[in-house]
């Protein structure tokens, strides 16, 4: 078992290393954001709009759960504890100035965000039994409607499957007991068996259950994190100033020993800030876009924005709270980094709260992850096998999250880090190839709706028989199967079909567009 620990730590440094995934999604994120002229920056403020603010809700949208919805549940599954343990390892191992590239990858993140999710809605379809489905095992195969598209799609598929097992589902209940026993004594019989029959129930209503519980507990969980790191931040004022100067000192000079800290140079903190902010904001990865693809929008390009500040929220807010927490409590250089930010939270809230609030929000962090997760498996499975396959997928799925509250998880860990890491680099791939199509289509609707107050009648009319016209994919399924991915007949909903321009050999979805 120690040999096999062994290869699979092995195998997981060269994917997670500074010298292939890394720079691949940071390479992609800056990619994105040059060909899109900095969307995430430029349209920033109307991203939040459409996400929080006023231009959230409109009506005709097209969709199964709200834009909001689908956001929530894409930060369930990466809001998670390396938002929590996953910072106070970075800045331990990498020094403060982890925190400074963690900023970085995410602000170019974003951009790669937007892609996936615009092509999410873009591409996505109905599965035969009827429900709307997207992300890369979808885009993938049709954007690219070829060997190399197919061969991509189910390589995501199959890893992405694999993957939830483990980081999405396993070690998160392992979390879960661990701290729920350490904190109110919970046997962690006990929370295996709530964890798998709540698991259980929430996934028997799919994805409009899964969202009617993430848009409570997300929000919640967040704010709860946030407002108590705000507090101890607030109480050690006094050392904002000197967190900072670490911050930006360390992410371009080599950090000397310090107490139980063990050094760190320039390379080793932008490897760990890069990887932890990846690894946490998922972006580049494509799973984010699978929640995307079934919210109520009336175009990609909004769907696109709204996701992207998924990103912010999670490493610019989440992250940003947990680092200042821990360096303006100076236990930054000590003790081990798996209880770093709980010392931190018990230092800075008075009495045993610290240690209470870091506990409840585990718990909320790693029950939304689950959730998060299985939906994405469960779409993956659907992908791979069928319909019945899924179902069968949500009971092992719901299993498997109780067993993992009663066992230690290091390879299962280990595995689903290489799992994880693989998924990603097919999606990358794909949107490097899917590039111009993401770029031309944006600036289309820019063009026609720059201060987006286009109602859905107006984006049909001025969209015509454009190839983004929405109406062409969301009332049709997809057959996987034919070696040219195209709409078809198969389970969809009742339409009036008329002939369509679109419909002509140079047109990739090949496809017949209801009117």
Known sequence: ????????????????????????????????????????????????????????????????????????????????????????????????????????????????????????????????????????????????????????????????????????????????????????????????????????????????????????????MIVLYIVSGLYIIGVNFQGIPEAIRLIFTGAFTPVGAAGGFVGSTIMMAIQMGAARSLFSNESGMGTASIAASVAQTNHPVRQGLVSMTQTFVDTLVVISITGFVILTTGVWDQGDPGTMTSIAFSTGLPGDWGGIVVTICLVLLGYSTVLGWAYYGERNMERLAGYRAAAVYRVLFSLAAGLGALAP??????????????????????????????????????????????????????????QGALDAQ????????????????TGSKPVIKAVDPLNSPNHPDGATSPK
């Not at 959230?56 to 759960?65: A, D, P, R």
């Not at 969301?474 to 007949?489: K, M, Q, W």
Request: net charge positive; hydrophobic share 50%; glycine share 10%.
């Open 474 to 489: 969301i009332d049709h399924t997809v057959n996987f199967d034919s070696s040219r991915p195209a709409l078809s007949e």
């Open 409 to 466: 998880l290091t390879l299962v860990w280990s595995f689903s880090d290489i799992m994880n890491g693989l998924m990603a680099i097919p999606n990358l791939i794909g949107l490097v190839l899917l590039s111009g199509l993401v770029v031309r289509e944006t600036r289309l609707y820019l063009k026609h709706d720059p201060k987006f107050t286009a109602t859905t009648e107006e984006i049909d009319q001025f969209m015509g028989d454009h």
């Open 1 to 220: 078992m120690d040999t096999l620990q062994s290869v699979f730590d092995a195998i997981r440094d060269v994917i997670w290393g500074p010298w292939l995934l890394i720079p691949l999604l940071l390479g992609v994120g800056i990619f994105m954001t040059v060909r899109l002229r900095g969307i995430q920056f430029r349209f920033f403020g109307m991203a939040m709009s459409l996400g929080f603010g006023r231009r959230s809700k409109q009506n005709g949208e097209k969709g199964e759960i709200s834009s909001f919805a689908a956001m929530s549940t894409a930060l369930a599954a990466t809001v998670g504890t390396g938002n929590i343990v996953g910072v106070a390892a970075a800045i331990f191992i990498g020094g403060p100035g982890a925190l400074f590239w963690m900023w970085i990858t995410a602000l170019f993140g974003m951009a790669s965000k937007y892609a996936e999710c615009f092509l999410g809605v873009r591409f996505r379809t109905r599965d035969s039994s009827g429900q709307l489905t997207g992300g890369p095992q979808v885009y993938l195969v049709r954007g690219i409607p070829n060997k190399f598209g197919r061969f991509l799609s189910l390589m995501f598929a199959v890893c992405c499957v694999v993957a939830t097992f483990g980081i999405g589902n396993m070690t998160q209940g392992n979390a879960i007991a661990s701290n729920l026993e350490h904190t109110f004594s919970v046997p962690p019989l006990l929370t295996a068996v709530v964890l798998a029959v709540a698991t259980g129930l929430a996934l028997l209503g799919g994805i409009q259950s899964i969202a009617k519980v993430t848009t409570l507990m997300v929000p919640l």
